[in-house]
């Protein structure tokens, strides 16, 4: 064991404890997988990263990322934290994105003010969820079937399924089930309001920070999935909100840029930026580092 160097990162927020936690060890060299998950594990957050110097041309470095349990091969807010967090520690890209190597292959970020976007990695399975997975889903939900009026597949690493309901005032009032969710990883999403007038509004406000309030935001986000007791809401995620984005635009259900609200029902106040351009979807928010130092792995 040694003392390596770690940061403790709120991510889709500009304020300190409103956004999603993530523990980033620095250097994870010489770690096995399970030091990685044991720590992971103890830290008692949704997610940890393990940095590590790259093997392929043209990343900045490699990160590993842990949730409860098991390994990811990508996750949003773990992606964002990490390169702040790199960043933060004096690390410099070879050229205009930072790349970051992780299970999907190559991520880019690029850095705008006070937020890092990522180019969401293509979603490895979409469409519409089976008819009977989508009972299950309402029945674990608490809600009637017609009430969810729109589902895909959002598999873009994590196995996300995707359903909207047909407001963000539905979405809050979510009581899931975890018996009969049980192995399911939910991602849930309802507008706020007309969805185009917010986000357009939503564009020209300035924000940038979570200072403002929700009516700047076009979706309420929820996202559903098993952990070591039962089912865990996630506060802010940045995988599902990539592919509930790519699902949405795609679709013609959202416009081509908007931002989403996630982590009310947990007292948090994530703000997740979402841009089409061109054949890229980049997901964007600000993070602050609240812990910095060292830790004995």
């Given at each position: 064991?040694?003392?390596?160097?770690?940061?403790?990162?709120?991510?889709?927020?500009a304020a300190p404890y409103l956004g999603n936690p993530l523990a980033v060890v620095l250097d994870g060299s010489g770690?096995?997988?399970?030091?990685?998950?044991?720590?992971?594990?103890?830290?008692?957050?949704?997610?940890?990263?393990?940095?590590?110097?790259?093997?392929?041309?043209?990343?900045?470095?490699?990160?590993?990322?842990?949730?409860?349990?098991?390994?990811?091969?990508?996750?949003?807010?773990?992606?964002?934290?990490?390169?702040?967090?790199?960043?933060?520690?004096?690390?410099?890209?070879?050229?205009?994105?930072?790349?970051?190597?992780?299970?999907?292959?190559?991520?880019?970020?690029?850095?705008?003010?006070?937020?890092?976007?990522?180019?969401?990695?293509?979603?490895?399975?979409?469409?519409?969820?089976?008819?009977?997975?989508?009972?299950?889903?309402?029945?674990?939900?608490?809600?009637?079937?017609?009430?969810?009026?729109?589902?895909?597949?959002?598999?873009?690493?994590?196995?996300w399924r995707g359903v909207m309901l047909g407001s963000a005032e539905q979405v809050l009032a979510l009581r899931p089930?975890?018996?009969?969710?049980?192995?399911?990883?939910?991602?849930?999403?309802?507008?706020?309001?007309?969805?185009?007038?917010?986000?357009?509004?939503?564009?020209?406000?300035?924000?940038?920070?979570?200072?403002?309030?929700?009516?700047?935001?076009?979706?309420?986000?929820?996202?559903?999935?098993?952990?070591?007791?039962?089912?865990?809401?996630?506060?802010?995620?940045?995988?599902?909100?990539?592919?509930?984005?790519?699902?949405?635009?795609?679709?013609?259900?959202?416009?081509?840029?908007?931002?989403?609200?996630?982590?009310?029902?947990?007292?948090?106040?994530?703000?997740?930026?979402?841009?089409?351009?061109?054949?890229?979807?980049?997901?964007?928010?600000?993070?602050?580092?609240?812990?910095?130092?060292?830790?004995?792995?």
């Open positions: 064991m040694k003392q390596r160097p770690f940061k403790q990162v709120d991510v889709f927020t770690l096995s997988a399970g030091e990685m998950q044991h720590f992971t594990n103890w830290t008692n957050l949704s997610e940890a990263t393990f940095l590590l110097p790259p093997t392929q041309p043209g990343a900045d470095y490699r990160v590993r990322i842990f949730c409860p349990g098991r390994e990811l091969p990508f996750a949003g807010h773990p992606t964002l934290g990490s390169c702040h967090a790199w960043l933060q520690a004096g690390g410099r890209p070879q050229g205009d994105y930072v790349v970051q190597e992780c299970g999907v292959g190559l991520v880019r970020l690029k850095r705008g003010g006070d937020r890092l976007a990522f180019a969401a990695p293509p979603l490895r399975k979409g469409g519409p969820l089976a008819e009977e997975d989508v009972a299950l889903i309402a029945r674990g939900l608490g809600i009637a079937r017609s009430d969810i009026v729109a589902h895909a597949w959002c598999d873009n690493g994590p196995n089930d975890a018996a009969i969710l049980a192995g399911l990883d939910i991602g849930v999403v309802g507008p706020r309001g007309k969805v185009g007038v917010v986000a357009a509004h939503a564009r020209t406000s300035s924000a940038g920070s979570n200072a403002g309030a929700n009516h700047e935001c076009a979706f309420e986000v929820r996202a559903f999935f098993p952990g070591n007791n039962g089912m865990v809401e996630d506060p802010v995620t940045g995988s599902l909100n990539a592919a509930l984005a790519q699902w949405l635009i795609g679709a013609g259900i959202a416009p081509q840029s908007y931002i989403a609200s996630q982590g009310t029902a947990l007292g948090r106040a994530g703000r997740v930026h979402v841009q089409r351009d061109g054949d890229d979807t980049w997901i964007g928010g600000a993070s602050v580092t609240c812990v910095d130092g060292s830790v004995l792995l």
